[in-house]
């Protein structure tokens, strides 16, 4: 599956495409399909996304999932860090990128 | 031909349609010339009193060659219109008019309040160019 | 220290106003990102893996307590309660808002600090030696040399649109401790034998993907003809520095392919006709720059002991605290790096300490040196016990300086969107690894880039260790014999890569074989270079026995 992602111009927070919005989970993204650069070059001009981009996904038991470790670190956020993760009460949270 | 947007000179533009520096040499009576990124403005000193008009393509603002070529003409003594023309945006107006720039002829135009902004911005200058403006350093020291 | 007067801040307010003004436009939509990514660029904001990150520039190195106190407080309000501290003496932020940066950069402003070109492809944050003013071994201070540079290079007109970012070091010793030769200019300050002072320019070093070491290419400029000089060296670059590959655009491929040779001739032309501009400040102002670095008004006659009796402390003195100019004073080190912490990374409560403890017993100073740690410059011999305690107990008197757990590492695929590997974890294993035998070990600088652009100096490590992307998969290349001293070297790839447990397992087999051939008072890299990279081959990709 394709997924679409980006940052949230104003807050910079990572964001993904739900098929209506931008979500700050990826496991809420939509399979873009071959729309992805269209919606992408939309809600750039539209100003509610930067730096927009098109993964490769697949879908996991918990929803869509980045196929590339970098994506699937900017879901989580550092692993270095996992208490400013977007699972911060999971200890075993970091295990997701690998 | 894209229109010059702004100018900060009284004479009147010349007329002639700028040529590039190749064929500069072989039109012994061009007035304008149109330097791009690569040539080395140099070749031009020789002739600068027959010059009206010399002006400098920026096909992509983040090229910044053009800024040499502009101060390389001033420092010879130059003295003719120097236009900046191509991808020539707000935040770069300042950075051009002290490298000697006094025309700009955007591709697209530019806000005219933004720009006006831009240029007023900042009120001092650390570095002393061929504009005439007082270095910080000089006016600290009395040397201005 | 430098203090600003009406016309710096003048400048630092103006660009408040004018970044304020850019992020409006870039938020009502008349700036696409295109326009706006340089802008905001120069004013330090990346946009990188999680949000924005914004990069303070901390001019040579250089901070008061109250710089120090904002950079606290900064992580507070603006940002998740920490900083990282980088290898090119800045301070990076890394969960920005875009709608915030400009209210931050008005808070630098307050305490004369700034972001202006901490990135983008202009003249970057000049570093020094950390120990500038500190120590014996210098000619001068290098660190008005470096003001004077900076204040030449703020938004320099012509240099704002370079082929590549340039980043330039001041040092004014033989003792490099600011890896001067691996920059696009590095500046030694030195005195000839007519007693006079001068700049020796070495052009064209750097690391990324194609390291090189700058040669010299003019040992003595006279120093008050050093600025019009640098403007020499930059106009040739700008002119001829390749735009058509953003890999080969660097000042050191210049100088590479034209050859030191003619590089310098073009450069000695333009100078010949840059003389004729009178772009050289006077020397007054240098003067007047001096001056504000002169001399905190040390105490004569202190007491020269120290008690050792606490052995912990003793440990620490022997590793972080170094031989000051002045009788009893001492040159402290604050290590950024406990065992199995994020190298570089300091809590807003943890910077807010060190700016006290540099108010009550540094006359006010504090470094960040290039090693991601920080300085108090000026403690006194009969403070040290006391300053040692309110670290320890902050968690910040790790005694490792220059030791294996002294690791420079690059934020890495935590939170670079360029990286190809994660960085702090190794970094972070590798010092739980060898926990407790560091002091066994000796000198030994391990450095880790996350990927080939070099953020983490790995080429310049007694260890280097590289993150490369094997099919999706994080591994990491080990190199060996690196060095960023006046011996600067560029480190060899042993071999193959390794898994990051694998890349822990052949740095520890790497020290075994050090340690069974080392003699007397021979470092990692002594060793290194004398028996070659053989041995050390042999036992990090021999099979295992059975
Ligand atoms: C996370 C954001 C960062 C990005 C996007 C980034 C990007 C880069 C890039 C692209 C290069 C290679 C430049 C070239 O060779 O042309 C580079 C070099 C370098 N960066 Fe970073 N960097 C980042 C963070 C850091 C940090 C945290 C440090 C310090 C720990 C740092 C210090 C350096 C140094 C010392 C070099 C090598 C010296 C040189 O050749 O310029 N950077 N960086
Ligand atoms: S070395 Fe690579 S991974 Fe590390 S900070 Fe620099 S660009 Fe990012």
């Given at each position: 599956m394709k997924i679409l992602t980006g940052n949230d111009?104003?807050?910079?927070a990572v964001t993904w495409w739900t098929g209506e919005g931008w979500s700050l989970h990826v496991a809420e993204a939509t399979d873009v399909g071959e729309h992805g650069d269209e919606i992408a070059a939309r809600e750039n001009a539209a100003r509610r996304v930067v730096a927009p981009y098109v993964i490769d996904g697949e879908n996991g038991p918990d929803g869509p999932r980045p196929a590339h470790i970098k994506d699937r670190i900017r879901a989580l956020g550092p692993t270095v860090r996992l208490d400013l993760s977007v699972k911060p009460a999971d200890p075993d949270a970091g295990s997701y990128v690998i | 031909m894209v229109e010059t947007q702004l100018r900060f000179r009284d004479d009147e533009p010349a007329g002639d349609p700028a040529v590039t520096v190749d064929s500069f040499g072989e039109q012994t009576n061009a007035s304008a010339v149109r330097i791009e990124p690569g040539d080395d403005a140099r070749v031009l000193l020789p002739h600068l009193d027959r010059i009206r008009l010399v002006e400098v393509n920026?096909?992509?603002?983040?090229?910044?060659r053009g800024y040499s070529a502009a101060r390389i003409l001033r420092e010879a003594g130059y003295a003719g219109e120097l236009r900046a023309v191509g991808d020539v945006l707000i935040d770069q107006l300042a950075f051009l008019r002290r490298c000697g720039f006094d025309s700009f002829a955007p591709e697209h135009p530019l806000n005219a309040a933004d720009a006006e902004a831009a240029l007023a911005r900042y009120p001092e200058v650390y570095s002393p160019t061929v504009d005439g403006r007082p270095a910080i350093w000089a006016k600290r020291h009395g040397l201005a | 220290m430098y203090k600003y007067d009406s016309y710096d801040q003048a400048m630092v307010d103006a660009r408040v106003a004018e970044f304020r003004d850019q992020v409006r436009r870039r938020l009502d939509g008349s700036l696409a990102e295109e326009q706006f990514r340089p802008l905001r660029l120069m004013n330090g904001l990346y946009l990188q893996l999680h949000a924005y990150m914004l990069r303070v520039a901390v001019p040579y190195g250089t901070l008061n307590s109250a710089q120090m106190t904002m950079l606290g407080d900064i992580a507070d309000k603006y940002d998740r309660g920490y900083g990282h501290f980088t290898t090119r003496q800045n301070i990076q932020y890394n969960w920005i808002k875009l709608e915030e940066a400009p209210d931050i950069l008005a808070d630098l402003a307050k305490v004369e600090m700034h972001a202006i070109q901490t990135s983008g492809n202009c003249i970057r944050n000049t570093t020094s030696d950390q120990y500038a003013g500190a120590i014996a071994d210098e000619v001068v201070d290098p660190r008005p040399y470096a003001e004077l540079i900076r204040q030449w290079s703020t938004f320099h007109p012509e240099f704002s649109f370079l082929p590549r970012k340039f980043k330039m070091a001041v040092i004014a010793s033989d003792t490099d401790r600011a890896a001067m030769r691996l920059h696009d200019i590095g500046i030694q300050i030195v005195r000839n034998d007519a007693g006079e002072l001068g700049a020796a320019f070495y052009v064209g070093g750097g690391m990324g993907r194609t390291p090189m070491i700058a040669p010299c290419i003019n040992a003595f400029v006279p120093i008050d003809q050093m600025i019009t000089y640098s403007e020499a060296c930059l106009r040739v670059y700008n002119r001829h520095g390749r735009r058509d590959n953003k890999y080969k655009a660097r000042i050191k491929i210049l100088v590479h392919e034209l050859g030191k040779d003619e590089y310098t001739r073009q450069v000695e032309a333009e100078f010949a006709h840059l003389l004729t501009q009178n772009i050289e400040p006077p020397l007054a102002e240098l003067e007047r720059i001096k001056a504000q670095f002169a001399d905190p008004p040390f105490e004569i006659a202190l007491d020269e002991t120290v008690d050792r009796s606490d052995p912990d402390f003793a440990v620490w003195l022997d590793n972080n605290v170094q031989v000051h100019k002045a009788p009893g004073y001492a040159i402290v080190t604050i290590s950024l790096k406990p065992v199995g912490g994020i190298p570089g990374d300091a809590s807003a409560d943890q910077i807010r300490l060190m700016a006290r403890l540099a108010k009550r017993y540094s006359f006010d100073e504090l470094r960040v040196t290039h090693a991601q740690n920080i300085v108090l410059p000026h403690v006194r011999k009969a403070d040290l016990h006391a300053v040692w305690q309110q670290l320890d107990e902050a968690g910040l008197g790790t005694p490792n300086l220059d030791k294996i757990g002294d690791i420079i590492a690059c934020p890495g695929l935590d939170y670079c969107s360029l990286a190809n590997a994660r960085s702090i974890p190794v970094a972070q294993k590798i010092s739980e690894r060898f926990a407790g035998r560091e002091q066994e070990i000796g000198e030994l600088k391990l450095k880790i880039s996350g990927?080939?652009?070099a953020c983490g100096h790995h080429h310049a490590g007694h260890i280097g260790i590289l993150g490369v992307d094997r099919k999706g998969v994080e591994n990491y290349q080990l190199l060996l014999g690196g060095s960023e001293g006046a011996d600067t070297s560029l480190g060899t790839i042993t071999g193959p890569g390794f898994n990051e447990e694998g890349i822990v397992d052949a740095v520890e087999k790497a020290t075994s074989v050090y340690l069974a051939n080392r003699q007397d008072g021979e470092r990692f890299l002594d060793t290194y270079r004398r028996i070659g990279m053989a041995p050390f081959k042999d036992a990090i990709y021999a099979k295992d026995a059975v």
């Amino acid at each position: 599956m394709k997924i679409l992602t980006g940052n949230d111009l104003k807050t910079g927070a990572v964001t993904w495409w739900t098929g209506e919005g931008w979500s700050l989970h990826v496991a809420e993204a939509t399979d873009v399909g071959e729309h992805g650069d269209e919606i992408a070059a939309r809600e750039n001009a539209a100003r509610r996304v930067v730096a927009p981009y098109v993964i490769d996904g697949e879908n996991g038991p918990d929803g869509p999932r980045p196929a590339h470790i970098k994506d699937r670190i900017r879901a989580l956020g550092p692993t270095v860090r996992l208490d400013l993760s977007v699972k911060p009460a999971d200890p075993d949270a970091g295990s997701y990128v690998i | 031909m894209v229109e010059t947007q702004l100018r900060f000179r009284d004479d009147e533009p010349a007329g002639d349609p700028a040529v590039t520096v190749d064929s500069f040499g072989e039109q012994t009576n061009a007035s304008a010339v149109r330097i791009e990124p690569g040539d080395d403005a140099r070749v031009l000193l020789p002739h600068l009193d027959r010059i009206r008009l010399v002006e400098v393509n920026f096909p992509v603002f983040g090229d910044g060659r053009g800024y040499s070529a502009a101060r390389i003409l001033r420092e010879a003594g130059y003295a003719g219109e120097l236009r900046a023309v191509g991808d020539v945006l707000i935040d770069q107006l300042a950075f051009l008019r002290r490298c000697g720039f006094d025309s700009f002829a955007p591709e697209h135009p530019l806000n005219a309040a933004d720009a006006e902004a831009a240029l007023a911005r900042y009120p001092e200058v650390y570095s002393p160019t061929v504009d005439g403006r007082p270095a910080i350093w000089a006016k600290r020291h009395g040397l201005a | 220290m430098y203090k600003y007067d009406s016309y710096d801040q003048a400048m630092v307010d103006a660009r408040v106003a004018e970044f304020r003004d850019q992020v409006r436009r870039r938020l009502d939509g008349s700036l696409a990102e295109e326009q706006f990514r340089p802008l905001r660029l120069m004013n330090g904001l990346y946009l990188q893996l999680h949000a924005y990150m914004l990069r303070v520039a901390v001019p040579y190195g250089t901070l008061n307590s109250a710089q120090m106190t904002m950079l606290g407080d900064i992580a507070d309000k603006y940002d998740r309660g920490y900083g990282h501290f980088t290898t090119r003496q800045n301070i990076q932020y890394n969960w920005i808002k875009l709608e915030e940066a400009p209210d931050i950069l008005a808070d630098l402003a307050k305490v004369e600090m700034h972001a202006i070109q901490t990135s983008g492809n202009c003249i970057r944050n000049t570093t020094s030696d950390q120990y500038a003013g500190a120590i014996a071994d210098e000619v001068v201070d290098p660190r008005p040399y470096a003001e004077l540079i900076r204040q030449w290079s703020t938004f320099h007109p012509e240099f704002s649109f370079l082929p590549r970012k340039f980043k330039m070091a001041v040092i004014a010793s033989d003792t490099d401790r600011a890896a001067m030769r691996l920059h696009d200019i590095g500046i030694q300050i030195v005195r000839n034998d007519a007693g006079e002072l001068g700049a020796a320019f070495y052009v064209g070093g750097g690391m990324g993907r194609t390291p090189m070491i700058a040669p010299c290419i003019n040992a003595f400029v006279p120093i008050d003809q050093m600025i019009t000089y640098s403007e020499a060296c930059l106009r040739v670059y700008n002119r001829h520095g390749r735009r058509d590959n953003k890999y080969k655009a660097r000042i050191k491929i210049l100088v590479h392919e034209l050859g030191k040779d003619e590089y310098t001739r073009q450069v000695e032309a333009e100078f010949a006709h840059l003389l004729t501009q009178n772009i050289e400040p006077p020397l007054a102002e240098l003067e007047r720059i001096k001056a504000q670095f002169a001399d905190p008004p040390f105490e004569i006659a202190l007491d020269e002991t120290v008690d050792r009796s606490d052995p912990d402390f003793a440990v620490w003195l022997d590793n972080n605290v170094q031989v000051h100019k002045a009788p009893g004073y001492a040159i402290v080190t604050i290590s950024l790096k406990p065992v199995g912490g994020i190298p570089g990374d300091a809590s807003a409560d943890q910077i807010r300490l060190m700016a006290r403890l540099a108010k009550r017993y540094s006359f006010d100073e504090l470094r960040v040196t290039h090693a991601q740690n920080i300085v108090l410059p000026h403690v006194r011999k009969a403070d040290l016990h006391a300053v040692w305690q309110q670290l320890d107990e902050a968690g910040l008197g790790t005694p490792n300086l220059d030791k294996i757990g002294d690791i420079i590492a690059c934020p890495g695929l935590d939170y670079c969107s360029l990286a190809n590997a994660r960085s702090i974890p190794v970094a972070q294993k590798i010092s739980e690894r060898f926990a407790g035998r560091e002091q066994e070990i000796g000198e030994l600088k391990l450095k880790i880039s996350g990927c080939i652009n070099a953020c983490g100096h790995h080429h310049a490590g007694h260890i280097g260790i590289l993150g490369v992307d094997r099919k999706g998969v994080e591994n990491y290349q080990l190199l060996l014999g690196g060095s960023e001293g006046a011996d600067t070297s560029l480190g060899t790839i042993t071999g193959p890569g390794f898994n990051e447990e694998g890349i822990v397992d052949a740095v520890e087999k790497a020290t075994s074989v050090y340690l069974a051939n080392r003699q007397d008072g021979e470092r990692f890299l002594d060793t290194y270079r004398r028996i070659g990279m053989a041995p050390f081959k042999d036992a990090i990709y021999a099979k295992d026995a059975v």
